[in-house]
């Protein structure tokens, strides 16, 4: 096949425009065209008036001495090129006599990817994670969401799925992948019942309610292949015996015996970041963001965004990404941005308040929201102590319990009166989408100063690019702290702790993700890491 790329469209274009502008870029005839696939389709929406479709096809033609023929005659063109193998390639099998079995702690995106790549192998994996099944681990959720009760093991941050799957499911990332890993975690999540789309779409996203759907067929396959997925079991004790892991201890007492373990926790998982620093394992402070969530209606960021082919049903909901440098050396940017979403309260602990976004499918909530944080980092802002990182996102966790009412409510403010450093009485037009609540406050006491200034200079300054980004009925809800892990588990190439031979850590817990895919990406090459040790692959 041949493939085409930068292929510009208007966005109201017809089939027969695409095949025509294949047709002439290629010099041929449309008989000389078998068929075609849409590899990618994104969008330049930066001229409101002019939305251009960008497409990358892949193309099959009727006579392959042509396609050769075609391949040098573009070989100076870098928009035409021979269609690369994307299909993934396993790096071993498991013996017949395998008796060992690895151990996966986690069981969200990154452990999910590692367990089931690991099983495809025949390594029959067993993988603990401490909170529910999807659907029961929905079902507490919710009942935190509606009724003040946190299941401190069963939340937003943990159980099957991992904090992905209350989110808005996006599945982009900017991570370099040339093995096309990428692929692989899409064709599972395609098979697994997600939208054929996000194959070819450039920001493709799934929502809540279809990834417990997914997550439920991906467990059953692992388990088809031979491996076990136990929940609402935690680790609490790693083995290490001559700076090699051994084994882990259960919350049951029940020992597993493995010299290959995944750790796949999440950027949450505090209890065990602690553990496995007082055993000696290195781990370093690492830079993470603190701000809030703010709120506009979806519709003001549509039309600001793209102008009068607001609503398109190809463009769907808007969304957007910005950043500021501040004048006090700060920088400020939006992060996991949920169109047509809602804010959730994403608490793990009692006693603390944590806000995340999440979007269904079809992103048709009235609001859209993203994060507004300010970079911080351990040098300047929390030093002297690996895990000092998680002392201050607990410290800010618990300022905001306080400020919105020690009931999980948010504290909350309307942009203008944040801005104008005014105390807040009532709401504006955006009606705010956290539950179990809000409580009119004064947000400067959520953050430290400099957090607070920074983000009050951001707002304004991301309004010339947004319209309306800075209107007074806009709302800010606090505090957005677990943008991502406060802690490095450092590995080294064989993906294993560079002081702790047999412990692979993966996935945002350990600092080598952001996000669904990045953190599937990173699951499957641990798996293969793992695959290669046990099998003494170089």
């Not at 692989?184 to 054929?196: D, S």
């Not at 957007?320 to 050396?329: A, E, I, M, Q, S």
């Not at 929201?369 to 002297?384: K, L, M, Q, T």
Request: with cysteine; aromatic share 8%.
């Amino acid at each position: 096949m041949i493939r085409l790329t930068e292929i510009k469209l208007p966005l109201n274009h017809t089939p027969e425009d695409l095949t025509t502008a294949i047709t002439t870029k290629l010099k041929i005839s449309a008989e000389q065209m078998a068929s075609f696939v849409m590899f990618k389709r994104g969008y330049d929406a930066r001229n409101k008036r002019n939305i251009q479709l960008i497409y990358t096809l892949d193309i099959t033609l009727t006579d392959s001495e042509l396609a050769n023929d075609l391949l040098v005659q573009f070989e100076s063109d870098n928009h035409v090129k021979a269609t690369p193998d994307t299909s993934y390639k396993y790096v071993g099998e498991a013996p017949e006599n395998l008796i060992e079995r690895p151990v996966v702690i986690g069981f969200g995106p990154c452990g999910l990817l590692a367990g089931l790549t690991l099983a495809q192998m025949g390594f029959k994996p067993i993988i603990i994670e401490r909170g529910n099944e999807v659907r029961q681990r929905t079902k507490d959720t919710f009942g935190f969401w509606r009724q003040r009760k946190l299941n401190t093991e069963s939340n937003v941050q943990f159980g099957e799925g991992g904090a992905g799957t209350f989110s808005d499911g996006k599945l982009y990332s900017q991570v370099k992948d040339p093995n096309h890993y990428g692929r692989k975690v899409m064709t599972e999540f395609v098979k697994a019942g997600a939208p054929e789309e996000i194959l070819f779409v450039s920001k493709p996203h799934i929502g809540t309610y279809k990834l417990v759907t997914m997550v439920e067929k991906m467990r059953a396959e692992i388990i088809a292949l031979g491996g076990e997925v136990r929940f609402a079991t935690r680790v609490d004790d790693l083995h290490i015996t001559d700076a090699k892991v051994t084994g882990v201890t259960l919350n049951s007492g029940e020992i597993l015996k493995t010299n290959h373990v995944i750790l796949a926790v999440g950027h949450s998982a505090r209890d065990t970041f602690e553990m496995i620093h007082d055993k000696g394992v290195y781990v370093e402070a690492k830079p993470f963001s603190i701000g809030f969530r703010i709120e506009h209606k979806q519709s003001a960021i549509d039309k600001a965004r793209f102008g009068d082919n607001a609503g398109n049903e190809i463009l769907g909901a808007a969304d957007y990404k910005l950043v500021h440098h501040c004048k006090n050396g700060r920088s400020v940017y939006s992060f996991c941005m949920c169109p047509g979403g809602t804010v959730v309260a994403a608490a793990s602990e009692e006693g603390r308040v944590v806000t995340n976004g999440m979007s269904q499918y079809s992103r048709n909530e009235r609001n859209a929201n993203s994060a507004i944080v300010v970079g911080i980092d351990p040098e300047r802002d929390y030093p002297n102590h690996p895990l000092a990182g998680i002392d201050l996102q607990r410290q800010l966790e618990t300022l905001a319990f306080e400020l919105g009412g020690k009931d999980y409510s948010a504290p909350a403010q309307t942009i203008g009166n944040f801005l104008k450093g005014k105390p807040d009485s009532e709401l504006g037009d955006v009606k705010p989408s956290y539950t179990p609540g809000i409580t009119l406050t004064d947000l400067s006491k959520a953050l430290p100063d400099f957090a607070v200034d920074a983000i009050r200079e951001a707002i304004p300054a991301f309004n010339k690019k947004i319209k309306g980004f800075s209107s007074d009925d806009g709302l800010l809800t606090g505090v957005e702290t677990r943008t991502s892990s406060p802690i490095s588990i450092k590995r080294n190439k064989e993906f294993q702790s560079i002081n702790t031979k047999g412990l692979f850590p993966a996935g945002e817990g350990a600092g080598y993700a952001g996000g669904i895919l990045s953190a599937g990406i990173d699951g499957i090459k641990v798996a293969e890491a793992v695959a290669k040790s046990m099998l003494n692959i170089e």
